[in-house]
Nanobody, 124 residues
Framework: QVQLVESGGGLVQAGGSLRLSCAAS????????MGWFRQAPGKERDFAAT????????YYADSVKGRFTISRDNAKNTVYLQMNNLKPEDTAVYYC?????????????????WGQGTQVTVSS
């Protein structure tokens, strides 16, 4: 079992930055691929970014590429999402997810564990 707790959300003006953190329980965090998804009001939960446990490779949705950076610190059992040049359309609840599967994983169904989410609001 893996428990995930997100933090770092908040209200920011367009063009600003936020860094989200996701703290994971468990001693095998390094063997989990991690992802960030987001869900805007009235919309589905969409993929934003992922980092593979096996290769450290990262992959981003086109909508965040060049602005968001996913990283992990296995010693701290934490994954981060650095979000720069935020736009009002980035407003959403951001969820951290984990899976023991290998590879670049972008589908919600590929992830086994989810956090409760953290709200990010970007004002124009």
């Amino acid at each position: 079992q893996v428990q995930l707790v997100e933090s770092g959300g908040g209200l920011v003006q367009a063009g600003g930055s936020l860094r989200l953190s996701c703290a994971a329980s468990g001693r095998t965090f390094s063997r989990y691929s991690m992802g960030w998804f987001r869900q805007a009001p009235g919309k589905e939960r969409d993929f934003a970014a992922t980092i593979s446990w096996s290769t450290g490779s990262t992959y981003y949705a086109d909508s965040v590429k060049g602005r968001f950076t996913i990283s992990r610190d296995n010693a701290k059992n934490t994954v981060y999402l650095q979000m720069n040049n935020l736009k009002p359309e980035d407003t959403a609840v951001y969820y951290c997810a984990a899976t023991s599967k290998m590879g670049i994983l972008v589908r919600r169904t590929e992830y086994d564990y989810w956090g409760q989410g953290t709200q990010v609001t970007v004002s124009s």
